[in-house]
C-alpha cells in the first residue's frame, strides 16, 4: 500500500507485527530507548514525509511511560512532515476510572500500594485511605524506606487501612500502630515549631465514609478522559483508532475523528463456535453498567440473560437492615438472590455494606460473564462466585481487555471461572504461560484493527466492521 | 486588583517532598490536601480535599526518577487538570529542574522535539504561568505561549565560592563551550579568570575527545555546569585539569541527575567535591557519594512565589538570595 507506516510502541510490539502482517506490510523502524536520566527518547528511522502514518500503542504495562513515549512519537511524526497520524490505542488508557469518591469501602479500583497477600472474594476492594493526622506523622519514618519501589504517597496508609479494610477486624490490632508508636506521634503533633501539619507525601485528606473531610468539603478524584484527549490532540494526532471504549461518550472529548471498533463480532462467533449448545447457556452481565453490552449480545445469539447488581451503601447506625452482614438469600423473590458481606473499615466508622445480586434465573445453566475489562478482577471473580453459588454448572468470561493488573490472575485462578477468554489488545503471553490453556484463552483483534486501518488509509467506510468483525 | 482576596495553594506532587515541605515552610503555609496515587494497573490518579476555587494555586513537581519520570510528569499534569477543573483562578508550576529539556532542536532528521511537545501538554492541561530554574537552554521559555520565569542557582552558587574559597588562586572552568557565557559571567562577578574546556561529543552521553584553552597551573579549578548526569563531562574533565597542573577541582552544578553509575564515578574520579542544588531529591546519593554537598534554593523558589502572588518583581532574585 502507497504511502502507508504502521509504527508500534514499545507496548506490543506482537500486536503491532501481526497487524502489519496482515498488511502485508513492513512495519516502520522506530528506535525507542531511556536516557540514562530515565527520559524517553524516540528516533523514527524510516521517512515518514508525506506518509498516512499509524502508531499503534496499548494503554498497558507501564500506562504512563507508554503514553508519554505514544505523544512523543506522534510528535516526532508530525515535526517530521507526516500528512496524517492516526494513533491506534487497542485499550484506551485511562479510560476507566472510578467516579466516586475514594472514601474507605466505597467502590474504586484499590491502589498500586494494596496489601496483596489476603484477599476474599467476597470482600470489597480496599481502596487508598489516608489515616488521620496522628498517623500520617507516625507514617512520615517508615515511608522513605519503601520510596523507590512503591509510590511514596499512600505506601504506607494504604498498606495499613487496605489492610484493615481485607482483614476485617480480627486483625486490626496486628495493622495498628502500637502504643509507643501513638505515643511518639502525640509528642510529634504537639511541638510548637512545625506549621506543616501534612507532610508532602501523606496530604491526601482523611475522609469519612461518605468522602467528606474534617472541614467538609467533599473529596473528590479528577477525571482524566478529557485531558488524554487534549494531550493526544495537541501532540499532534489526526485520527484515533481505539476498541471498545468504556464510556462511549468519551469520543465527544475530541475534536478529531476517534473510530471506535467493537470486538463483540469476535466475542459472539467464539460462543458460536466453541461453546456447546450455545443456545442453553445464560450472558450474564457482572455489573449494571455492562448490561446494554451483554444483552446486545444475548439479543443477537438468542440466549437468555442474567444480570448481577452491585450496590454500597453505607450501614444505618444500630438498625441493621434484614441485609445486613449475613448470606441469608431473600425469600420474598426467588429470582433475586442477595448476599453480602461488611466491607468495613473498622467498628467505630460507618460500615459499608457491599451487596450483590443476582437477576435471572442460572440453575444448571452454563453462564458467559461478558464484561469490557477486567482489571483487577474483584468483579468478575465475585460474579463467578455468585453464579456457582446459585447453582451454574460452568463459568466463562468473556472480557474485551483482559489487563489483570496486580494480583488479578492469582485471584481469576483460584476462582469459580472455569475459563476466561480475552483478546490481545493487552500482551497475553505472560498470563497465557500463568493460567494455561485449559483455563486462559485469546482472541485475535489485529485483524479487525488491520482492516481498520487498511480501509481509513484508503478511505473506505468502517461502518461494517463494526457489525461483522473481521 | 482582584476583585476578591485570594490566597497561595501550595500542592505537592511526589517527586520531591522535602524541597515542597521547606518551601512551604518558608512562606508559613501548609501543603494543600492535593494528592496523587497510582491505581494498580499503573494509571494516576488525584484526589482533591480542599477548595482551590479561586485561588492562587502553586504546584512543585521537579523531573526526576530514573525509572518514573514520566510518572511524574502525566502526575503533574492531571494534578494542573484537576485544579483547572476545580475553578483555580491561576495555575503556576513549579518546575526546578524542566523534564526533558535536553531535547530541545532537531538535531537529527526525525528527531521529537520533546521540550516543545512538553510545554505544549503543560499549557493544554491549563497552566497559566511556569517557575523553573537554569533551563538548558534558555530558548525553552520561546516554547511557551505563557509567562515562564527562569530563575537562577548563580546567586547561591557566587555565594558558596565566596564563602568557601579565596579569590587569589580561584579559576573558573567551563567544561563545554555551551556553558562559557554562564561561567564568563560568574567569573566576571568574582573577578577572576576563566577556563574553558572544548568537547567533541559523537553520541549523547558519550564524549569523545577534550582540550583544554586556559591556564590552570596551581589553580583551585571551579567547574560550573547547569547539569551533571552521568557525569563523564565532569570526571574527565577534572582529568584533564589536573594533567594540566591544576592543585584541585571542585564542581558546582544546577541539576544533580547522577544517573545510572554516576556516584561510582564521582567517587573514583579526581574531582575534590561537587555542590549541587536541591533541584531534585538527592537523599540517598548524599550518603553513598561524600563528595556532594548541597545548597538548598528553596528560599528562591519560595520568595518567586511569594512575589508573583503579590505581584512583584521576580528580577531581584536574579542577582540575589533572600534572606
Known amino acids: ?470 | 486588583m482582584p476583585a476578591t482576596q485570594n490566597s497561595i495553594k501550595l500542592v505537592a506532587g511526589k517527586s520531591h517532598p522535602q524541597l515542597c515541605e521547606s518551601i512551604s515552610k518558608k512562606l508559613g503555609l501548609s501543603l494543600a490536601r492535593v494528592g496523587a496515587f497510582q491505581y494498580t494497573n499503573k494509571e494516576t490518579a488525584v484526589a482533591v480535599g480542599e477548595s482551590v476555587r479561586d485561588e492562587d494555586v502553586y504546584i512543585i513537581q521537579t523531573g526526576c526518577g530514573e525509572n518514573n519520570i514520566n510518572d511524574f510528569l502525566m502526575e503533574l499534569l492531571i494534578i494542573i487538570n484537576a485544579c483547572r477543573i476545580a475553578s483555580a483562578r491561576r495555575i503556576t508550576v513549579v518546575v526546578p529542574n524542566f523534564p526533558y529539556a535536553r531535547q530541545d532542536k532537531k538535531d537529527k532528521s526525525r528527531a521529537p522535539i520533546t521540550a516543545k511537545l512538553i510545554a505544549n501538554l503543560l499549557q493544554t492541561a491549563g497552566c497559566n504561568h511556569v517557575i523553573t530554574m537554569d533551563l538548558h537552554a534558555s530558548q525553552i521559555q520561546g516554547f511557551f505561549r505563557v509567562p515562564v520565569d527562569n530563575l537562577y542557582a548563580e546567586p547561591s552558587v557566587l555565594r558558596y565560592i565566596q564563602e568557601h574559597y579565596s579569590k587569589k588562586d580561584l579559576i573558573i572552568v567551563s567544561p563545554d563551550a555551551g556553558g562559557a557565557k554562564r561561567v564568563a559571567s560568574i567569573a566576571d562577578k568574582l573577578d577572576v579568570n576563566f577556563a574553558l574546556i572544548h568537547k567533541e561529543r559523537q553520541k549523547a552521553n558519550e564524549i569523545s575527545r577534550m582540550v583544554l584553552v586556559g591556564d590552570v597551573t596551581n589553580k583551585v579549578c571551579v567547574l560550573i555546569d547547569d547539569m551533571a548526569d552521568t557525569c563523564g563531562t565532569l570526571c574527565k574533565a577534572a582529568d584533564i585539569l589536573m594533567s594540566n597542573g591544576a592543585q584541585k577541582v571542585i564542581a558546582m552544578v544546577t541539576h544533580g541527575i547522577f544517573s545510572s553509575n554516576a556516584v561510582e564515578k564521582l567517587n573514583k574520579s579526581k574531582l575534590d567535591k561537587i555542590i549541587c542544588t536541591n533541584s531534585m531529591p538527592l537523599d540517598d546519593k548524599v550518603t553513598e557519594c561524600p563528595k556532594l554537598e548541597v545548597i538548598d534554593i528553596s528560599p528562591t523558589l519560595a520568595e518567586a512565589i511569594r512575589r508573583l502572588h503579590n505581584g512583584e518583581s521576580v528580577s531581584y532574585l536574579f542577582n540575589n538570595i533572600p534572606e
Open chain 1, 1 to 470: 500500500m502507497r504511502d502507508l507506516v504502521v509504527l508500534g510502541g514499545s507496548s506490543h510490539p506482537q500486536l503491532t507485527r501481526t497487524i502489519c502482517r496482515n498488511l502485508t506490510i513492513e512495519q516502520g523502524v522506530v528506535t525507542s530507548t531511556k536516557f540514562s536520566n530515565g527520559e524517553t527518547s524516540i528516533e523514527v528511522q524510516d521517512s515518514v514525509r508525506e506518509k498516512d502514518v499509524f502508531i499503534v500503542q496499548s494503554g498497558c504495562g507501564d500506562v504512563n511511560d507508554n503514553f508519554i513515549e505514544l505523544l512523543i512519537m506522534i510528535a516526532a511524526c508530525k515535526t517530521a512532515s507526516a500528512r496524517r497520524v492516526t494513533a491506534v490505542l487497542p485499550l484506551f488508557p485511562y479510560s476507566r476510572q472510578p467516579d466516586v469518591p475514594h472514601a474507605a469501602s466505597l467502590t474504586g479500583a484499590p491502589s498500586l500500594a494494596t496489601k496483596k497477600d489476603h484477599y476474599t472474594f467476597d470482600s470489597a476492594p480496599g481502596t487508598p485511605r489516608p489515616l488521620s493526622r496522628n498517623d500520617t506523622l507516625t507514617g512520615i519514618a517508615s515511608e522513605n524506606d519503601s520510596y523507590p519501589n512503591a509510590p511514596p504517597t499512600l505506601s504506607l496508609n494504604t498498606g495499613a487501612s487496605n489492610g484493615l479494610g481485607l482483614l476485617g477486624k480480627a486483625t486490626i490490632n496486628n495493622m495498628r500502630p502500637t502504643a509507643i508508636e501513638r505515643s511518639q506521634s502525640a509528642n510529634r503533633i504537639f511541638t510548637p515549631r512545625s506549621i506543616v501539619t501534612n507532610s508532602a507525601s501523606t496530604n491526601i485528606p482523611t475522609v469519612d465514609a461518605y468522602g467528606k473531610t474534617e472541614s467538609g468539603y467533599k473529596q473528590w478524584i479528577a477525571q482524566n478522559g478529557t485531558l488524554i484527549a487534549n494531550l493526544l490532540m495537541t501532540a499532534g494526532a489526526d485520527r484515533l483508532i481505539t476498541m471498545d471504549l468504556h464510556d462511549p461518550q468519551f469520543q465527544g472529548f475530541f475534536n478529531i475523528p476517534v473510530d471506535n471498533l467493537y470486538s463483540r463480532p469476535l466475542l459472539k462467533h467464539y460462543i458460536l463456535d466453541y461453546i456447546p449448545n450455545y443456545q442453553e447457556c445464560v450472558i450474564v452481565s457482572p455489573d449494571s453498567g455492562g448490561a446494554k453490552r451483554a444483552i446486545a449480545v444475548a439479543d443477537s445469539l438468542g440466549c437468555s440473560f442474567a444480570l448481577i447488581h452491585k450496590e454500597r451503601r453505607a450501614k444505618v447506625a444500630k438498625a441493621p437492615p434484614s441485609t445486613n452482614a449475613t448470606s441469608t438469600p431473600m425469600t420474598t423473590n426467588p429470582n433475586a438472590i442477595l448476599s453480602s458481606s461488611v466491607a468495613g473499615f473498622n467498628s467505630a466508622n460507618p460500615s459499608m455494606i457491599a451487596t450483590t445480586m443476582l437477576v435471572g434465573d442460572v440453575k444448571d445453566k452454563v453462564c458467559v460473564l461478558i464484561d469490557d475489562l477486567v482489571d483487577t478482577s474483584y468483579t468478575i471473580t465475585r460474579a463467578a462466585k455468585l453464579l456457582k453459588d446459585q447453582g451454574a454448572t460452568y463459568v466463562y468470561a468473556l472480557v474485551t481487555h483482559g489487563v489483570f493488573s496486580g494480583d488479578a490472575i492469582n485471584r481469576v485462578n483460584k476462582s469459580a471461572i472455569d475459563k476466561v477468554i480475552t483478546t490481545n489488545s493487552v500482551p497475553q503471553i505472560e498470563r497465557m504461560r500463568l493460567l494455561g490453556s485449559d483455563k486462559f484463552e485469546v482472541l485475535d483483534v489485529s485483524r479487525i484493527l488491520a482492516e481498520s486501518i487498511r480501509r481509513i488509509h484508503n478511505g473506505e467506510s468502517v461502518s461494517m466492521l463494526f457489525d461483522h468483525g473481521w
